[in-house]
C-alpha cells in the first residue's frame, strides 16, 4: 500500500498552480463556477432555501426547466473537472487537448455516477420496504427504525464518496471501463480513508469560510452602489469566483494524492 501525504500533495499543488495558473483558472471559472452562478440565478429564491434545508412535508413547485438546468450544470462540472484533471495529470498537455480528452472519458464518469445512484436508489427502496412493513406492526417503531436507517443511509453515502475521491482521476487519466474505473478509485484509497476524510473536511470549511466572506463583503459593496438585486449578484460572482480558485487547489491536490497512491 502507498503512502499518501497531504502535505507533500499541497506543498506540489501550491507549486503547479503558481506554473499552471493561466491555464486552470479559466477553466475552473468557466466550466465550475459559471453554470453554478447561472443556476443559482434560475432558481427561485423559496426553491433555493429549501435545497438548503430540505422539508418533506413542504415540497416547492420546481419551475419547468429547473430540473434540465441542474443535469446540465452537473455535467458541465463534471466536464470542467476532468478538464482540470487532464492539465493536473499530463505536463504539456494544452487546453485543447485536455477539452477533447475530458469528452471523450465524460461518458465514462457518467456511467459511474449512474451506478452508484442506482446503488443508493436499491438501498433506499430496501429501507422503505422495511420501513412499511415495521409500520404495519408497530407505528412507533417504525419512526425510530427510520430515524436509524436514515442515519445509515447518510454514513454509507459519505463513506463512499471518501473511498471514491479518486475516480475522476482515474477517468481521466486511463482507459478503463465504467465498472474497471470504480474498483480501481475504490482499490487505490483502502487504508486511507480517515487521512482523506480530514482533507475532504478541511478543504470544504476552508471554501465555505472563505466563500461566504467574499459573498458577503461583496455584497455589501454591490448593495451601497446598486440596491438588494445588485448585492445579490456582486455577492454570487464573488463566491463563485472564490470557490472556483479554492477548487482548483483541492483538484490539483487530488490528483497528486492519486499520483502517490498509484505509485504502490
Known amino acids: 500500500m502507498a503512502t499518501i501525504s497531504i502535505g507533500k500533495a499541497w506543498e506540489e499543488a501550491v507549486a503547479f498552480v503558481a506554473r499552471e495558473a493561466t491555464l486552470l483558472l479559466p477553466v475552473a471559472l468557466l466550466f465550475v463556477a ?13 426553491l433555493a432555501a429549501w435545497f438548503a434545508a430540505p422539508d418533506p412535508k413542504v415540497i416547492p413547485t420546481m419551475p419547468p426547466g429547473i430540473a434540465l438546468a441542474m443535469l446540465i450544470t452537473i455535467i458541465l ?5 476532468l478538464t482540470l484533471f487532464a492539465l493536473a495529470l499530463r505536463p504539456g498537455i494544452s487546453v485543447g487537448e ?4 475530458s469528452f471523450g472519458r465524460l461518458p465514462v464518469l457518467i456511467g459511474t455516477a449512474l451506478i452508484v445512484v442506482a446503488g ?3 438501498v433506499a427502496t430496501v429501507a422503505i420496504i422495511v420501513m412499511l412493513v415495521v409500520s404495519a406492526a408497530s407505528p412507533v417503531a417504525a419512526a425510530g427504525l427510520g430515524l436509524m436507517l436514515g442515519f445509515l443511509a447518510a454514513i ?8 471514491l475521491i479518486l475516480l475522476n482521476p482515474v477517468v481521466i487519466d486511463g482507459t478503463a471501463g465504467v465498472v474497471a474505473s470504480l474498483r480501481q478509485a ?47 449578484l456582486a455577492g454570487g460572482i464573488a463566491g463563485a469566483a472564490v470557490s472556483s480558485i479554492i477548487q482548483v487547489y483541492m483538484l490539483v491536490m487530488i490528483a497528486r494524492i492519486y499520483r502517490q497512491a498509484s505509485a504502490g
Open 156 to 163: 454509507l453515502v459519505f463513506f463512499a464518496s471518501v473511498r
Open 34 to 46: 459559471l453554470p453554478g452562478l447561472i443556476l443559482g440565478e434560475m432558481t427561485p429564491p423559496e
Open 186 to 232: 475504490w482499490a487505490l484509497t483502502r487504508g486511507h480513508f480517515w487521512r482523506l476524510l480530514a482533507f475532504l473536511i478541511v478543504i470544504t470549511l476552508l471554501s465555505a469560510i472563505v466563500g461566504a466572506a467574499a459573498q458577503t463583503i461583496f455584497g455589501l459593496l454591490g448593495s451601497v452602489i446598486g440596491g438588494p438585486d445588485a448585492a445579490r
Open 77 to 81: 462540472i463534471w466536464f470542467g473537472s
Open 120 to 122: 443508493v436508489m436499491a
Open 98 to 101: 485536455a477539452l477533447r480528452l
